[in-house]
């Protein structure tokens, strides 16, 4: 929005406005301590008369334990414990794209990756495919194959996809994208310049805001034509809602997450409070340069009820939260599982595990999907190549992204003995490490 209230090109439209709080309250846990120590009375409320330097100190004391970072980390990874692999029918040229498909050195398998991580944290994410511009009036395609031109994919995370149109038709008119580049300041320094693409059928458009003395008025700054009669975006789900709109399937973990940030954070407290005793006195003999506490020195009472002695706590509330630390830390090592064995209505963890399918599992069924719009994405460039779409070939990960049956019902059975303190922690992680659910180095 400009200051005086009306929408720009840069305004995100009412889908995406509500699902940035979620999307704002995962990127700050993946970004860990500082991330979550900047947000600051976002997600650790300032209690009631606590003053702002005591509130600060409590603050820098707290730590984050990043369970859903690692939930992300473990559930990333397992696809491609196998390497991306492209069908023996794909052309060389798509072979020569896939070594590097964004000009940027990402390959096939690094480019899925990030797509598939991207797409279990905000629960859809984008490939663009772009085309090289430049070229002179007239340019035929065999000129800017010979200038070395090809097409190339972009990642589009959903937080910069800000806006879209659809058409009549049902398609896509229109999408908005923002960018951040950076551009040379000067013979040393460079500076980072935000900017909005707009895409249509056919047209592109950058533009780029000018502050000027009483608002900001964002400009066209480049446009131009392109010979795609659709705009070249593919959305891969991972818990799809409605059209580009999703639920990130790993939200339940945030939200637990928070809790364990803000419960560690009265944890430290606490102990910072039980390890600093409060000295109290009663009827001592106060002298004109009060009471002098330290070794050699005497403290003299007046009377016979005089007294001198540290108040101290308890700690039956510092046990208490250490054991909520350790249960929300342990449902947050498995709560990805859900991700793993099969999810249908009506039915209980355990009775959802019993009848788990490797191939039936949510993860899996997003890998499916980063296949599938990889695949697209690789048929839209054979296009601009003048190739046949089928000799894109097709894009394989490691199918193997569940668990079965009996694996799931195991682990729903090890979290309940942890939780009711059956087993201790370190035999749960153990044992939940030996099916493969963590990885061996977390």
């Known amino acids: 929005m400009t200051e005086t209230g009306h929408a720009d090109v840069a305004t995100p439209n009412a889908v995406w406005s509500a699902r940035a709080p979620d999307w704002e309250l995962i990127q700050d846990l993946l970004g860990g301590t500082r991330a979550m120590r900047a947000a600051s009375e976002k997600w650790l409320p300032r209690e009631p008369r606590e003053s702002l330097e005591a509130y600060r100190i409590r603050l820098t004391r707290t730590v984050l334990f990043n369970g859903l970072g690692r939930a992300i980390q473990t559930l990333s990874g397992k696809p491609f414990v196998k390497p991306a692999v492209l069908s023996d029918d794909a052309d060389p040229r798509i072979r020569a794209l896939a070594r590097d498909l964004d000009l940027g050195g990402r390959d096939l398998g690094g480019f899925a990756r990030d797509v598939l991580r991207a797409a279990l944290t905000d629960g859809l994410t ?36 800000i806006g879209w149109r659809i058409g009549d038709d049902g398609e896509l008119a229109r999408v908005r994208v923002r960018e951040t580049v950076m551009e040379r300041d000067g013979p040393w320094g460079e500076r980072a310049v935000e900017q909005i693409r707009v895409l249509e059928p056919g047209r592109w458009q950058v533009w780029r805001k000018t502050e000027g003395i009483k608002d900001t008025v964002w400009r066209l700054h480049a446009d131009g034509e392109s010979s795609l009669e659709a705009i070249p975006l593919i959305t891969v789900y991972a818990e799809r809602t409605g059209f580009l709109t999703a639920r990130p399937p790993l939200l339940d973990l945030a939200w637990l997450n928070l809790a364990h940030w803000q419960s560690s954070s009265d944890q430290r407290h606490i102990l910072h409070v039980a390890r600093v005793p409060i000295l109290f006195g009663r009827n001592l003999k ?76 949510a993860l899996a069924a997003l890998v499916r999907a ?14 601009w190549l003048d190739l046949d779409p089928a000799s894109a070939g097709r894009v394989t990960l490691d199918p193997d992204s569940g668990l079965d049956a009996a694996e799931a019902q195991e682990i729903d059975l090890l979290l309940k003995a942890r939780l009711a303190g059956e087993i201790d922690r370190e035999t749960f992680l153990a044992e939940i490490r030996r099916r493969g659910v963590l990885a061996p180095t977390l």
């Open 286 to 361: 106060v002298g004109e340069d009060g009471i002098e506490i330290g070794p050699n020195r005497l403290i003299l009472g007046d009377g016979d009820s005089a007294s001198l002695s540290y108040v101290e706590h308890s700690g039956a509330a510092i046990e208490a939260g250490r054991q909520d630390l350790a249960d929300l830390e342990d449902r947050m090592a498995v709560m990805g599982l859900d991700l793993l064995v099969h999810r249908s209505g009506g039915v209980t963890a355990t009775e959802r595990a019993i009848d788990a399918a490797r191939t039936d599992s």
């Open 370 to 383: 980063v296949e599938d719009g990889l695949s697209r994405a690789l048929c839209l460039c054979a296009e």
């Open 126 to 161: 984008h490939i663009l495919v772009d085309f090289p511009t430049g070229g002179e009036i007239g340019e035929t395609l065999a000129d800017e194959i010979e200038r070395g031109a090809r097409p190339y994919l972009v990642h589009v995370p959903a937080r910069e996809l």
